[in-house]
């Protein structure tokens, strides 16, 4: 059974900041790459950034130089320290892993739960 519980989020002014959390727990063997997704009302839930294992990241092209995803292995957690925010960035934001399972090297992918994020003008 793998858990991934997400904190932060909430309501901000356009400018501010925010960071998002999320941890993997229960049982598994190795957590592979790591992502944030976002999801707007009436749109197609979308990557946000991503990590992997060895730190390499990647981001949109809409957050490139304002967010910044990181993780802390011994923590099995993934963040996203989100600043500048603007308005267009409300959304339902999850965080992703994809994850060895165990010794024989079954995988699976999982979400977090999901926790808005709301910009005001």
């Known amino acids: 059974q793998v858990q991934m519980v997400q904190s932060g989020g909430g309501l901000v002014q356009a400018g501010g900041s925010l960071r998002l959390s999320c941890v993997v727990s229960?049982?598994?063997?190795?957590?592979?790459?790591m992502g944030w997704y976002r999801q707007a009302p009436g749109k197609q839930r979308e990557l946000v950034a991503g990590i992997t294992s060895g730190g390499r990241t990647n981001y949109a092209d809409s957050v490139k130089g304002r967010f910044t995803i990181s993780r802390d292995n011994a923590k099995n957690t993934v963040y996203l320290q989100m600043n500048s925010l603007k308005p267009e960035d409300t959304a339902v934001y999850y965080c992703?892993?994809?994850?060895?399972?165990?010794?024989?090297?079954?995988?699976?992918?999982?979400w977090g739960q999901g926790t808005q994020v709301t910009v005001s003008s």
């Open positions: 992703n892993a994809d994850l060895v399972l165990d010794g024989k090297w079954s995988r699976g992918n999982y």
């Open positions: 229960g049982s598994f063997f190795i957590i592979n790459a």
